[in-house]
């Protein structure tokens, strides 16, 4: 069996100290990236949603707390590496946001991977979604929380030139349509109630919980193109 072996370039990104609400961040030469819950499109939009329907459910807020993200790529035969640590509580309700910008040195980068962690923070779980589930006239709060830490990845095949000077924009897409597609009205009116509320955790009604988590890995895409 034949094995590959690469060298590694590492790289370091501005790291936040302290949690603090989304905000916008300046571009530099390298790559920006953004994440997208609600459909976003245009990389500049600042526009907030104030609803998502899905099937029977509504959603109407939510948040994921972004503990850390990187980038890995290959260039020029070597594994290039960068991690921005963070701790930044993103509104998914907001079409875009602007998370961190990785600068890299001009050139091709193939393979281009993005690790996003979320994790809980002393203030806020890792990742909640709030919203109503309306049958028969009867309307009926619902939550989704993740309490754990958790990283997805998303991934650029096509290569990426980057010349020197260009700010790149990799604009991270994650439709919360689809994410709780899934769940149907039947999943919902059998589901176990706290207080009232329909609460979607790993430890309560976790089969929701974790068709959420397989329907996250089939629609996370990334697109890529000079800002």
Not at 67 to 95: C, H, P, W, Y
Not at 135 to 161: D, K, L, M, W, Y
Not at 174 to 187: K, N, P, Y
Request: proline fraction near 3%.
């Amino acid at each position: 069996m034949a094995i590959a072996i690469t060298s590694t370039l590492l790289f370091s990104a501005c790291k936040k100290e302290k949690e603090k609400e989304d905000e916008e961040i300046p571009t530099k030469p390298g790559i920006n990236y953004q994440l997208s819950f609600a459909g976003g499109t245009e990389s500049n939009s600042t526009e907030k949603v104030s609803e998502i329907k899905t099937g029977v459910i509504t959603w109407t807020s939510g948040y994921a707390t972004i503990s850390n993200i990187t980038l890995e790529a290959m260039k020029d035969g070597q594994k290039v590496e960068v991690k921005s640590d963070l701790s930044q509580r993103v509104d998914i309700f907001k079409v875009i946001s602007n998370l961190s910008n990785f600068d890299i040195p001009a050139g091709t980068y193939q393979n281009i991977i993005f690790k996003t962690t979320i994790s809980s923070s002393p203030t806020h779980h890792s990742f909640e979604l709030k919203g109503n589930y309306q049958s028969n006239g009867i309307t009926t709060p619902i939550v989704v929380r993740v309490t754990e830490p958790v990283t997805f990845q998303v991934q650029h095949v096509a290569p990426v030139t980057i010349n020197a000077g260009d700010v790149m924009l990799a604009l991270n897409k994650l439709d919360l349509v689809a994410l709780t597609s899934g769940i149907t009205e039947e999943m919902l009116n059998n589901a176990v109630r706290n207080n009232g509320t329909i609460v979607i955790t790993n430890y309560m009604n976790s089969s929701m919980y974790f068709m959420i988590g397989d329907i996250l890995n089939q629609y996370l895409n990334v697109e890529i193109k000079k800002g």
